[in-house]
DNA sequence: GAGTTTGAAACT
DNA sequence: CAGTTTCAAACTC
């Protein structure tokens, strides 16, 4: 199947690109130069009826990793070959057209099939690229879907600057019809790619909610995607980059938007999620991207086959890949802006997409396939939650080289824990100081992760220099400290829709007082918030991740005073941020309380789920520069640690709900002379609320038993007195979580003594490596959940909660080392069933011989002598005697039981009555006529 | 709420 | 690795 839908895929995007060749002809057949720029943009239908939020499964990629090979790659590469050529041919519809005809016969994708749009921009003047396969990876998944819908979106390119070198340029971005007929392929573009000078691609990827709401639901706004030719990507990866884009496209169902850059060297960097439902803008201020040679982009929308049940109302996810190549002559300043324009200009779908350059001279002349650049989709692997967006920030740019990763099916597993993976850049990894994570997630997961990532990214060729490690490795980011301004709304679009927004007008809670705040409202898990601006280009990236397994990308738009942002007026501010994630095993609760009293630096706070998050930094923070930003994990806490160090932290320690947070506001401004104590708390599956204990204002807690709205039991504070919440006897701790509104006394387990913190997990980690690790796992057979270690309970019996099994709700197994255990799984059960399946077989065969004993019962009778008759022939109702009767009764009663058994329905208990009846009256005709028969000669 | 019990974690 | 101590949660009153 994989290899078949590798070849679907190959097949489909073959296809589709000849269409596109074909109408980009029809469209600017006389004003196209040879080799001009070219645009495609494509988005794709993902059918949130199977994808739920948090389903992952449904973006379960079937194909392994080495689907899409390197060959295959190359025959990406020369299809994009075969496309040049066309284009440098004249009068080439017709065999594009059969071209068309013959590849896309019975074409059928997965339901959640990606493919990629590409916008290229080829050279004029150095056609001298090689053919490489560029970032074109259809990412099929699931079963194959016959694609029944397929709309068609437009995506206006324009070149506002009046610098544009080539006029022709802009004249064909002017021309914007791209209205390629209907395809019936489905491709679900999970990522929009620009890529620019050849080196430097965007990739954004955003799901949208349904497809009608895309191409025909009026909730489908048209989006803004201004992409900056910034030095996001390269301030980002600490390399060199031309390529900035920030895409704020809204998912309104699976929220995953992924926006990668490949810088100019080749590296990929995700920049943000988009979300198409909302204005996506990005600014390329350094030119590298030249729209002025795009002249196209042909979104595409395709409905899978799944029966839209739904109105635009139920969310199908659409995933919108673009692939931009643009010839950039060098130029810099030059803006670029991909904009759907909200005009509601209608393409097929009514999708309309905008691509604006702004107004820089830049141009584009990098041929789409000269770049060396290959494919590149790791949104997969975000999106099933496998691979953190950030680690993916941090592994794609990291790598100097140029790069192709593929990541097609990296380990579904539940993702518990948003970032399960460490994946250290070398390049990234700069003089920050070291910092210990916990992270005590699912050690089997991270490591399959990074496996695969490693193997997928090793297929193609090992260009890229990424350092995955396992968890438990140091993470170290350096996030240099931006400008954030109030005012800017960070608009990620989940399920529910979030936005975070940074009123202008919002109190600063921190001590600095211009600590703007990120209200993140709705429940979602923000995986990570990468906060980047510099003078290039600014990128705010939400991550969120559901409660349920899928890893939710949710763009994040900024925004001032509602209006886009000009990610370049950020300004840049060299503050180093350290990156201290710390992952729980679970997506536990976790709350950040900073206490930023007094102190310089400043805390960003951004819960994981908490409805209503804010985002409380120092003054410093609030110019939080997206520069070296590259991401920051949902939740993450940005403490200051120096003058100009942060730490960051995982959402999933600072996620708080709606409620809690409103309680904490309320908090906090009665207790305004403090300022110190902002609680986030983030829900999560199985865990409470994270607490944070201060002990200068640390509101006193009680245990809170009550149950969240959501139905979350809260975790447990706390009350450790003596171990300073640095010893594994804290539940807080051993939880990788920081304390919050716990009752602990002299807790050291917050943000203000994190170097204590890190040194106290380290202690641990060299006693037991595993020591954050949850304690409880499945069993080697099935899902059964063990304890890893197993108790060692003498008194208890292992019947209270003393007993780390007993506590868990799981019997207690061969690991453990309890005396007196009385905490055994009863096999009960086990045998209860086999009772009752015996008793029921043995219940059918008494049927069965009911049934065959009143059988004989009618045949005696049938053939018993007849009575003397009486005036006249027997006829077959002078058989129906009483016993006849009683006997078919009873036939029918164990008919009636029989069906009763089979748990058949009434209709079918029904049947197998008047069939049995029907029989009954069979043989007692029978019996009838041969009575008759033998009477005959008497 | 105080005191006791218990077992994990930490320590020796 | 085993024994002891420490610790905090669970439990009892």
């Known amino acids: 199947m994989a290899r078949h839908l590798s070849s679907a895929a190959l097949l489909a995007l073959r296809k589709w690109r000849l269409d596109d060749e074909l109408q980009c002809r029809k469209s600017y057949r006389g004003t196209k130069p040879p080799g001009g720029a070219r645009a495609v943009v494509e988005t794709l239908g993902l059918d949130a009826g199977a994808l739920g939020d948090g389903d992952l499964s449904a973006l379960t990629l079937p194909h392994n990793s080495d689907q899409f090979t390197s060959s295959e790659l190359e025959t990406l590469v020369n299809i994009q070959a075969e496309l ?16 068309l005809e013959g590849g896309g016969d019975s074409l059928t994708v997965g339901e ?44 206006e390119m324009s070149t506002p600057s009046p610098e544009t070198g080539d006029p022709l340029q802009q004249q064909e971005i002017s021309a914007k019809q791209f209205t390629s007929g209907s395809n019936n392929l489905t491709f679900t573009s999970s990522t929009v790619t620009s890529k620019t000078t050849g080196s430097s691609i965007v990739v954004i990827q955003s799901p949208v909610s349904s497809s009608a709401s895309v191409t025909t639901s009026p909730s489908f706004t048209p989006k803004h995607v201004t992409v900056s030719a910034g030095q996001l990507v390269g301030k980002i990866a600490g390399i060199s980059s031309n390529v900035a884009i920030s895409s704020v496209p809204q998912f309104q169902s699976l929220a995953q938007t992924l926006v990668t850059a490949k810088s100019a060297d080749g590296n990929i960097v995700q920049l943000r999620p988009a979300n198409l439902n909302r204005p996506v803008i990005a600014t390329s201020t350094a030119g590298s991207l030249t729209t002025a040679n795009l ?29 931009i190549t643009g010839n950039q002559q060098g130029q810099q300043g030059q803006p670029v802006m991909l904009a759907t324009s909200q005009a509601g200009e209608t393409f097929c779908g009514g999708q309309p997409i905008k691509i604006i350059s702004g107004g820089g001279t830049g141009q584009s002349n990098v041929s789409l396939l000269g770049s060396p650049t290959k494919a590149i989709t790791l949104a997969q692997a975000q999106q099933m939650g496998l691979l953190s967006p950030a680690k993916l920030q941090q592994i794609l740019p990291s790598s100097p080289a140029k790069q192709s990763i593929i990541v097609n099916k990296l380990v579904s597993s539940p993702v518990k824990s948003p970032a399960k993976i460490t994946m250290m850049p070398a390049s990234t990894l700069v003089k920050s100081p070291t910092k210990i994570l916990p ?113 939710t990308v949710l763009p994040v738009n900024a925004v001032s005073g509602g209006k886009p942002i000009a990610l370049a007026a950020m300004r840049t501010q060299q503050q180093a941020v350290k990156m201290v994630p710390i992952a729980p095993a679970t997506t536990a609760v976790r709350t950040v309380v900073p206490k930023s009293a007094g102190q310089t630096g400043q805390r960003i706070l951004i819960p994981a789920s908490a409805p209503v998050t804010q985002l409380r930094a120092g003054s410093n923070v609030s110019a939080l520069s997206p520069t070296a930003v590259n991401q920051i994990t949902s939740g993450t806490t940005i403490l200051p640690s120096g003058a100009s160090s942060y730490v960051m932290l995982p959402a999933q320690y600072v996620q708080q709900l709606q409620n809690q947070s409103q309680q904490q506001q309320q908090q906090s401004q009665q207790q305004q002379s403090v300022l110190n104590t902002h609680t986030v708390s983030q829900s999560s599956s199985n865990s409470g609320i994270g607490a944070e204990s ?39 701790f051993a939880n990788g979580e920081f304390c919050h509104m716990c009752n602990c006394n002299n807790c050291f387990n917050n943000l203000e003594h994190e170097e204590d913190r890190q040194r106290a997990i380290k202690s641990c980690l060299e006693r037991n490596p595993n020591a954050f690790r949850p304690k409880i796992g499945k069993g080697i057979v099935g899902d059964e959940r063990r304890h890893n270690k197993g108790c060692n309970c003498k008194r208890s019996g292992c019947l209270k909660n003393y007993c780390e099994c007993y506590e868990a709700k799981i019997p207690c197994s061969n690991n453990c080392k309890c005396v007196g255990c009385r905490n055994v799984e009863e096999s009960c059960d086990k045998n209860t069933l086999r009772d009752l399946a015996e008793a029921a077989e043995v219940r059918v065969q008494q049927q069965t011989a009911i049934k065959n004993k009143l059988s004989a019962q009618i045949q005696d009778i049938a053939f018993r002598p007849p009575p003397p008759p009486q005036g006249g022939t027997r006829q077959p109702f002078n058989f129906m005697t009483q016993e006849v009767l009683n006997a078919t009764c009873l036939c029918l009663l164990a008919q009636a039981e029989e069906a009763e058994r089979l748990d058949s329905s009434e209709e079918e208990a ?11 009256l069979v043989q007692i005709i029978e019996c009838a006529t041969k009575t008759e028969a033998n009477s005959m000669p008497m």
């Not at 040049?84 to 071209?99: C, F, H, K, W």
């Not at 029904?910 to 009954?920: T, V």
């Open 694 to 732: 201060h002990n200068q204002s640390r509101p006193s807690v009680g245990t809170r038993t009550t149950l969240e709205p959501n139905g979350i039991r809260p975790r447990k504070p706390c009350n450790c007195t003596k171990s300073q919440c640095l010893k594994l006897y804290c539940d807080c």
């Open 295 to 323: 002249q196209g982009i042909k979104p595409l929308q395709a409905t899978t086959k799944r029966p839209a049940t739904g109105t635009a109302g139920q969310m199908r996810n659409v995933f919108a890949k673009v692939i």
């Open 112 to 155: 959640t099939v990606e493919s990629v749009v590409t916008v290229v921009s080829e050279d004029h003047g150095q056609g001298d690229v090689a053919h490489s396969p560029e970032a074109i990876l259809p990412e099929i998944t699931e079963e194959t879907t016959t694609v029944e819908d397929m709309d068609m979106h437009e995506i």
């Open 84 to 99: 040049d050529r066309l284009n440098s041919t004249v009068g080439v519809e017709g065999t594009l057209e059969e071209e």
């Open 439 to 551: 992270a005590p997630v699912s050690g089997v997961t991270q490591l399959k992760s990074a496996v695969s990532i490693a193997s997928a990214v090793g297929g193609i060729g090992g260009a890229v220099n990424t350092t995955v490690k396992p968890l438990l490795s140091p993470q170290k980011v350096i996030i240099r400290q931006g400008s954030l301004k109030p005012g800017t709304i960070l608009t990620s679009s989940g399920g529910t829709g979030q936005v975070i927004r940074i009123p202008a007008t919002q109190n600063v809670v921190g001590t600095s007082g211009n600590i703007p705040q990120l209200q993140v409202p709705g429940g979602r898990q923000f995986q990570y918030v990468r906060l980047v601006s510099s003078s290039g280009s600014n990128t705010s990236t939400v991550l969120s991740t559901g409660k349920s397994r899928a890893t």
């Open 910 to 920: 029904e049947r197998f009555i008047i069939e049995e009846f029907g029989r009954c």
